[in-house]
């Protein structure tokens, strides 16, 4: 409400501030933790999800490179099985954790679910995407969690695939066939990598 004297000379508007830093911070934290798989702390599905969509339609748009990658880690029921589903989480976090620490900053390293982790990398062609693949697969295959002071190693099985325009006309199709090459790495005896574009198109299709 403006305020005057009188002798009608403009001293001011009456009202009130609020702090909305709080506010702000409170619905940020929110919206942080609906994309944040709470297990690994890593990003979940639905920003996987997000952000591979994003960067396709950047990829069709500009014509820039762009990979995904699939990791499932192979036989992992038998560690939930022998050791226990707290030895499981453990294997987890570390998994994501080494995942982590050799993706770059613009990759994105995601829990997909269970024991399926994504891994998105913008500006990454097929050869990048393949050497990124196998320091991947071999991070994991190094990696020892200890466990009631015993240690617990585990294996993944790597698929590669590397958007085409010709091939991909969305984030589900690049997605389909990154997982289909994850089925052909652990037909063919896990603790490796495939690439998609080196399977036959029957092979891709059997696989999907």
Known sequence: MARYDDAGTFLGVDGFARDVSAERASRFELASQAATDALTELPNRRRF???????????????????LLMLDLD?????????????????????????????RETDLVARYGGEEFAVVLPQTDAIGAAAAAERCRTA?????????????????????ATYSPALHESAAELFADADGA??????????????ANDLAPEQRLASA
Do not use: M, Q
């Not at 999800?49 to 990979?67: I, M």
């Not at 226990?84 to 294997?91: C, E, K, P, Q, S």
């Not at 005896?189 to 495939?194: A, K, T």
């Open 182 to 195: 994850v089925y052909a790495a652990k037909a063919t005896g896990r603790n490796r990598v495939c690439v």
């Open 49 to 67: 999800e997000a952000f591979l969509d994003e960067h396709v339609n950047e990829a069709r748009r500009y014509r820039t490179p762009l990979s």
């Open 75 to 103: 036989h992992f029921k038998r560690v939930n099985d022998t050791l226990g589903h707290l030895a499981g989480d453990a294997v987890l976090r570390a998994v994501g954790g080494a995942l982590s620490s050799i993706a």
């Open 140 to 160: 994991i295959e190094v990696l020892v969690t200890t466990w009631d002071d015993a240690p617990v190693r585990i294996t993944a099985s790597v698929g590669v």
